[in-house]
């Protein structure tokens, strides 16, 4: 299977731990964007990699967390201390450097529970 | 304002049905692109179809369709010959093309789509 790929799917946390998810992108595609999804609400966009420079990063993104793609293939998402409020949908997704219209391309998520 | 906006929360449609899917946006760009996506209970999101704002003809595949009416930023799917496994959560979303974007798109709320036999 090629499509996007993250790692793990489930994951459950006391408050004030930190936890860090893995997305692997289709291996063609340069942009890779993480997002946040809660319940009855669309993808939040938290940042975004044009291969391993990380272009743009939403208001979302506070400075407990953090996204790197070292080698501009794989990407990390850190959540340090996480907070009850962090429970949710943590979707990945990756686009061909081709334009600004391509589709995304979403991985399965992981959902992060926060007790 | 909100960039993009579905208004029904829930629809259900039987089972062979049509079904449309509303989505306004909310832009100052001429160039935009509009997506829809599809998410069943797995979670992952499906890309279904896809308009450009300069596209003349309404964008097709398979049994979607996007009713693409510019003049009132409107986007909406329609889901012909609708089955069960239809059934999930539709969202709509909007990517602009302005000089120096970022090309983040921007999503909505969604729209939960039952359908019953």
């Known amino acids: 299977d090629t499509g996007v790929s993250q790692n793990p799917r489930h994951k459950i946390t006391k408050r004030g731990q930190n936890v860090t998810f893995r997305c692997d992108p289709i291996?063609?595609?340069?942009?890779l964007y993480w997002y946040r999804q809660t319940l009855g609400q669309g993808p939040e966009f938290l940042t975004y990699?044009?291969?391993?420079?990380?272009?743009?990063k939403s208001r979302l993104l506070s400075d407990r967390f953090s996204a790197e793609r070292p080698k501009g293939s794989f990407s990390t998402l850190e959540i340090q201390r996480t907070e009850q409020g962090d429970s949710a949908m943590y979707l990945c997704?990756?686009?061909?450097?081709?334009?600004?219209?391509?589709?995304?391309?979403f991985g399965p998520g992981t959902r992060l529970t926060v007790l | 304002a909100q960039k993009i906006t579905q208004t029904q929360p829930g629809m259900f449609v039987q089972e062979k049905e049509a079904v449309t899917l509303d989505c306004t946006y909310d832009?100052?760009?001429?160039?935009?692109?509009l997506f829809w996506y599809k998410q069943p209970s797995s979670g992952e999101m499906i890309f279904l179809i896809y308009?450009?704002?300069?596209?003349?003809q309404n964008a097709t595949e398979g049994r979607y369709s996007l009713n693409f009416q510019k003049a009132r930023k409107s986007a909406n799917l329609v889901i012909s010959a609708s089955q069960l496994g239809d059934s999930a959560m539709y969202f709509c979303?909007?990517?602009?093309?302005?000089?120096?974007?970022?090309?983040?798109?921007?999503f909505g709320r969604g729209t939960s789509l039952i359908v019953h036999p």
């Open positions: 308009q450009g704002s300069y596209d003349e």
């Open positions: 990699f044009q291969n391993e420079a990380q272009l743009e």
């Open positions: 291996s063609e595609h340069n942009r």
């Open positions: 832009t100052s760009d001429q160039s935009y692109g």
């Open positions: 997704a990756s686009s061909p450097d081709i334009g600004w219209n391509n589709e995304q391309f």
């Open positions: 979303a909007m990517r602009e093309g302005n000089a120096g974007g970022s090309y983040i798109p921007t």
